[in-house]
Structure formats: structure tokens, C-alpha cells
Antibody, heavy 122, light 107 residues
Framework: QVTLKESGPGILQPSQTLSLTCTFS??????????VGWIRQPSGKGLEWLAN???????YYNPSLKNRLTISKDTSNNQAFLKITNVDTADTATYYC??????????????WGPGTMVTVSS | DIQMTQSPASLSASLGETISIECRAS??????LAWYQQKSGKSPQLLIY???RLQDGVPSRFSGSGSGTQYSLKISGMQPEDEGDYFC?????????FGGGTKLELK
């Protein structure tokens, strides 16, 4: 059974660094082809892909967030992490992590965590 | 970036009605498209991947089709539990991008 769960600070102030943790079970990030991605969703709005990390430590970032994102993983403890530097109110959203799988050359998220709400406010 | 234009933005359907939601990509995404359902206050659930493959456990009234830049999700016989938001996702090229979403309600 695949499960993922996000954790974060809940609230933080502008200019701080947001640190998020995704703790998962039912799969390993050392398995060929596996990956974890981060996605966010402001309240009442659509989904925005942020970053992906793969079993081989390959990483991809959304360039719209420029150099503010850092994704990493701890394979031994079944965790993935996302840091966003210099946050502002526009970063207020629910943040999701999701497992990445592939069917041949088709890549997609199959299981998602319940999400963690993050509010940036002074 | 590949833009995903999803339509309609909202839809109201009667019980048993067949509906379709469309996603148009700004360039060929070679069927690298997934569809998700999101119920209020919940995380997205995968319905369809690779444009037309039904995820395990998803009712067969859901189906996907399309190729190139045009894709659609069909629900053959609206059920009350199908209310929610629907999103498409292209995984063909980075950055991965989502459609803007469709809110589906029971009439």
C-alpha cells in the first residue's frame, strides 16, 4: 500500500525559507524508475508543478520559481524534501507530494499525499 | 513551456448524463497526459494515464482519448460521486503543466 504524507511549518513570515518533508511508504526511492514530485495549490485555484526527484537523484525544477527551489531525498528513511527560499504571500498554498511512476515513456503522478497548508504572513 | 488549455471551466450534468472535458496542448505531447479528479478538501486522484489507460480501481464509466495536442476525458453516465474538480497533466516535457481545471456539478 502506497502512502505519502507531507509536513511543514504551517505558517511562516515573508523572506523566510519554507522546508517541507514528504514521508512515504509502500515504495522505495532507490527503485529504478521511481520518483517523487511536489505540487502546490493556492486555495480555490489550480495546481502548479514545482519539482521532481528520481531514484538516480536526477532533479527537475519549475523555472517560474527561478532558483528558489531545492529538492532532495533520504532514501534510507523514505523521505523527500523541498525547500523554497525567500517566501512571500504568493507562496501561500496547500503543498502536495506525489509518487512518480511511468508506463513506458509516459510519466505521471499516481499517488498523492493529503497535502499540508502553508501560510506566509507577517 | 507547454500550455494546457482545459475546457469547459465548469459543467453541470444530470444523473446518467454523458459528459466530456477537453484539454488542448500548445504542442504535441505524444499522449503523455493524465487526468485527475479532486473532491473538495481532498488531494487529486489519478483516473487516466497515457491518455487512455484506466487506473486500477477507477470505474469503467471514465475513459480518455486523444492524441497530438487534443485530449478528452469522458464520463459515461454521471453519478453523484463524480462531482468535483478535474485536471489534466502533461508529462511530456519539463516543466510539467496542468490544465486550469473543470468544476463538475450534479444538476
Amino acid at each position: 500500500q502506497v502512502t505519502l504524507k507531507e509536513s511543514g511549518p504551517g505558517i511562516l513570515q515573508p523572506s523566510q525559507t519554507l522546508s517541507l518533508t514528504c514521508t512515504f511508504s509502500g515504495f522505495s526511492l532507490s527503485t529504478y524508475g521511481m520518483g517523487v514530485g511536489w505540487i502546490r495549490q493556492p486555495s480555490g485555484k489550480g495546481l502548479e508543478w514545482l519539482a521532481n526527484i528520481w531514484w538516480d537523484d536526477d532533479k527537475y525544477y519549475n523555472p517560474s520559481l527561478k532558483n528558489r527551489l531545492t529538492i532532495s531525498k533520504d532514501t534510507s528513511n523514505n523521505q523527500a524534501f523541498l525547500k523554497i527560499t525567500n517566501v512571500d504571500t504568493a507562496d501561500t498554498a496547500t503543498y502536495y507530494c506525489a509518487r512518480i511512476v511511468n508506463y513506458g515513456s509516459y510519466w505521471y503522478f499516481d499517488f498523492w499525499g493529503p497535502g499540508t497548508m502553508v501560510t506566509v504572513s507577517s | 513551456d507547454i500550455q494546457m488549455t482545459q475546457s469547459p471551466a465548469s459543467l453541470s450534468a444530470s444523473l446518467g448524463e454523458t459528459i466530456s472535458i477537453e484539454c488542448r496542448a500548445s504542442e504535441d505531447i505524444y499522449s503523455n497526459l493524465a487526468w485527475y479528479q479532486q473532491k473538495s478538501g481532498k488531494s487529486p486522484q489519478l483516473l487516466i494515464y497515457a491518455a487512455n489507460r484506466l487506473q486500477d480501481g477507477v470505474p469503467s464509466r471514465f475513459s480518455g482519448s486523444g492524441s497530438g495536442t487534443q485530449y478528452s476525458l469522458k464520463i459515461s453516465g454521471m453519478q453523484p460521486e463524480d462531482e468535483g474538480d478535474y485536471f489534466c497533466l502533461q508529462g511530456s516535457k519539463f516543466p510539467w503543466t496542468f490544465g486550469g481545471g473543470t468544476k463538475l456539478e450534479l444538476k
